[in-house]
T-cell receptor
């Protein structure tokens, strides 16, 4: 089955620790995205990547970092510099960036930082 | 910057009835795409329907249809014969196509409850 996997589903960390969220896709998509979802806020774009070894900041990139060393993988690191990291994080992919092609979403990771 | 507004934070509908979710957007561009995504309690985002701005005909997918009013910058979603499985958050999204590459812009969502 083709799709996007995110692990783990729930993640707990202490304040001041960096944490990396995993996102893997086997859809052979070039473009991948990370979104943050907070109650009443919709989805906000953190980072996106149009192709391997390239990525761009979205609207709320501060305190986050990404890498795109392989086409299938786009991990997101939430650093200690992110002031309010507790949120639901969604990874998505599409055939190409910024086109009418559908974005496929993973099941998400709920991160709680205390 | 483009904005997407969903003015109904919550709505409810009786099973088998019809409901319409509102969405307005703000853009100065002429060529763009509009989407409705569904997020059920599992939180898995699923594309419901998409509309290209250059197409005058409203998109339809089974029980889901849109009323696209380009001049009014309105893109409402109609769900006919509502089913319990339609209970979800619904997000309207906009993507500009003209002025270079731009990402999806999402509204804040409408929580729809289908009541038996």
């Amino acid at each position: 089955d083709g799709g996007i996997t995110q692990s783990p589903k729930y993640l707990f960390r202490k304040e001041g620790q960096n944490v990396t969220l995993s996102c893997e896709q086997n859809l052979n998509h070039d473009a991948m995205y990370w979104y943050r979802q907070d109650p009443g806020q919709g989805l906000r774009l953190i980072y996106y990547s149009q192709i391997v070894n390239d990525f761009q900041k979205g609207d709320i990139a501060e305190g986050y970092s990404v890498s795109r060393e392989k086409k299938e993988s786009f991990p997101l690191t939430v650093t200690s510099a992110q002031k309010n990291p507790t949120a639901f994080y969604l990874c998505a992919s599409s055939i190409a960036a910024f086109s009418s092609y559908e974005q496929y979403f993973g099941p998400g990771t709920r991160l709680t930082v205390t | 910057a483009q904005t997407v507004t969903q003015s109904q934070p919550e709505m409810s509908v009786q099973e088998a009835e019809t409901v319409t979710l509102s969405c307005t957007y703000d853009t100065s561009e002429n060529n763009y795409y509009l989407f409705w995504y569904k997020q059920p309690p599992s939180r898995q985002m699923i594309l419901v329907i998409r509309q290209e701005a250059y197409k005058q005909q409203n998109a339809t997918e089974n029980r889901f249809s849109v009323n696209f009013q380009k001049a009014a910058k309105s893109f409402s979603l109609k769900i006919s014969d509502s089913q319990l499985g339609d209970t979800a958050m619904y997000f309207c999204a906009f993507m500009n196509h003209n002025s270079g590459n731009t990402p999806l812009v999402f509204g804040k969502g409408t929580r729809l409850s289908v009541i038996a």
